[in-house]
């Protein structure tokens, strides 16, 4: 769980970063999770027990500082981890 801010809410979302050192700055890269949902080429639905019906939002994509990560839910298996990006990797055209 990630707090993205007053008008974003507290919601699920995805780690998508290594760790950082300590010459880095300390942010860390995540998807968001939505259960409203657009029908968007960039939305990527992978069922998790963990987490309500809804999507990954790739153009949601953004870097946090720790202090706005809540808690953990789950972990994605890595074939669910590789939906998401290979959504990523679409949505940047790499």
Do not use: N
Not at 19 to 25: C, L, M
Not at 73 to 94: C, I, N
Request: charged letters at 20%; proline letters at 6%; hydrophobic letters at 50%.
């Amino acid at each position: 769980m990630v707090d993205f801010g007053i008008a974003a809410k507290i919601r699920p979302a995805l780690v998508l970063s290594i760790a950082y050192k300590d010459e880095d700055r300390a942010l860390i890269g995540v998807v968001p999770h939505t259960t409203t949902l657009r029908g968007s080429q960039f939305e990527v639905s992978v069922p998790v027990r963990f987490l309500d019906s809804g999507a990954f939002l790739l153009q949601g994509f953004a870097t946090m500082p720790p202090r706005h990560f809540m808690r953990r839910l789950g972990v994605l298996t890595p074939d669910q981890l590789a939906l998401v990006e290979g959504g990523m990797r679409y949505w940047l055209g790499l």
